[in-house]
């Protein structure tokens, strides 16, 4: 190997001149890069603990393959801290996971994102946002290591907008669509735990995930109207997930889930309630321009989403009693969410201890 | 004073040399492949042109194949089935 890992290295004039090069042979997302040194690049790769030649997974219809070094490059180019490669490679470790898809969430026209909640005190640790305006600007981790993600698809994989990407649209997600967890209020057990891995471990979660709808509901005071003001925004006919199955992730704002916390509700007691509540009439899915193929319950409706393909996070800041929908960009049989334990040297956790009965596992 | 910087694209030689397959001679008995990636009336529009080749001389058959799932690719045993089957493997990419 080189002495900069698999990467070849060229000189410039400047680190400007060397983000306007980048941007001009496709390599970005369209904002300024660091560009990446190789001194920068080893300080990122080594902060993981990792041999920089380690190939962290394939990519076979792009013929490309990703290494621990080219990772470390993307990582710098985004503006990460070295605190933040262990995220950005746990993220990429379950993007490789043959049950993403990552061929189908990165070439489909629905435009899909790559989500990722983070949980765990790792998070906490490298300043991840869990709370106010965490999909937002501001927030140094959660802007980069999304970002770090979508610059080696970009560069690394060699997924263009127009090219192998073909979103008709694309979201603001595709920029950086990582975010942490808050700790959910008591009895209920934080997504790592819920998930089958130890409170100490840190874990992120990912979903190809359309944009996120944010919902409210303020004069219920129950978790029914709460649960129902979700529900209605997931069973939205007019995706193309209608009366099929596919997987959600739902947000609860701290108003959201204080209410169904104090009043006794379980995880599983909420994603019973969503499954139920979301599913479509087949004059619903019709009036769409869909037709569900997958047989109806005895009522006569189609379902949504099933309560282990729902993943429910506490997660965002205080106002008027707001949550978050995020559903999958296709179809249950189309993709699966996974969850990597995040490995920060010399942090020994209890790591994985059951597999949950979790789509999200 | 100039500065070294990283330059994010592998130079892989194997994936340059990537080459087409050559064109497929078609013959009146030759069978066609059909893949349906399951999107609505993707199966129809394929058999039609199909039919259209067959009418023209161009196959004498064709078999379809279904994906289960529109979102995920081929299976690579279902391609190599359908590789060793088929004169010409004809899908519709996208929606």
């Given amino acids: ?361 | 004073m100039a500065i070294e910087i990283v330059i994010p694209v592998v130079e892989d030689a194997a994936r340059q040399a990537l080459t087409l397959a050559p064109a497929a001679r078609l013959t009146p008995d030759g069978m066609i492949g059909l893949v349906d990636n399951g999107k609505f009336r993707a199966r129809e529009i394929l058999v039609a042109v199909a039919d259209r080749m067959i009418a023209a001389g161009l196959a004498g058959s064709y078999a379809v194949h279904t994906k289960p799932s529109a979102s995920r690719p081929i299976g690579s045993e279902d391609h190599a089935e359908l590789a060793a089957r088929s004169r010409l493997v004809l899908t519709g990419v996208g929606d």
Avoid at chain 1, 239 to 265: D, K, M, R
Avoid at chain 1, 308 to 320: K, M, Q, R, Y
Wanted: glycine share 12%.
């Fill in chain 1, 1 to 361: 190997m080189s002495p900069t890992g698999s990467l070849p290295t060229r000189r410039f004039a400047s680190h400007a001149d060397a983000s306007r090069y980048f941007h001009d042979q496709g390599w970005t997302d369209g904002l300024p890069i660091v560009a990446p040194t190789p001194d920068s690049v080893r300080v990122m790769a080594s902060a993981a603990g990792r041999a920089p030649a380690e190939v962290v997974g394939e990519f076979p219809p792009r013929r490309r393959s990703l290494s621990v070094w080219q990772a470390a490059t993307y990582a710098v180019m985004a503006g990460c801290e070295p605190a933040h490669f262990p995220m950005v490679l746990a993220t990429w470790e379950a993007m490789f996971d043959p049950r993403f898809n990552l061929q189908g969430v990165l070439s489909s026209s629905g435009g899909a994102a790559i989500l990722a909640v983070a949980s765990g005190p790792g998070a906490a640790e490298i300043g991840m946002n869990a709370g106010s305006g965490l999909l937002g600007p501001g927030n140094r981790a959660n802007a980069t290591i999304g970002r770090a993600i979508r610059l080696g698809i970009i560069a690394g994989l060699g997924v263009a907008p127009g090219g192998f990407d073909a979103s008709a649209f694309g979201h603001a997600g595709k920029y950086t669509f990582h975010f942490a967890e808050s700790e959910p209020p008591p009895p209920w057990s934080p997504v790592r735990v819920r998930l089958g891995f130890a409170r100490d471990a840190t874990t992120v979660t990912i979903l190809g995930a359309g944009a996120p709808r944010q919902i409210t509901q303020r004069t219920g005071g129950t978790p029914e109207s709460i649960l129902a003001a979700i529900a209605t925004s997931m069973r939205t006919p007019a995706q193309n997930v209608t009366g099929h199955g596919s997987y959600f992730v739902i947000v609860l704002g701290p108003e959201h889930a204080g209410i169904i916390c104090e009043q006794g509700w379980s995880d599983d007691m909420v994603r019973d309630q969503l499954a139920d509540t979301s599913k479509v009439t087949a004059a619903d899915a019709a009036r769409a321009g869909f037709h569900p193929t997958a047989g109806p319950d005895e009522e006569g409706r189609y379902v949504t989403a099933r309560p282990s393909d729902i993943l429910i996070v506490t997660a965002g800041g205080p106002g008027a009693a707001w949550s978050l929908v995020v559903r999958c960009w296709t179809r249950v049989d189309g993709t699966q969410p996974v969850t990597r334990e995040v490995v920060r040297p010399g942090v020994a956790t209890g790591g994985r201890l059951t597999v949950a009965d979790s789509s999200f596992s």
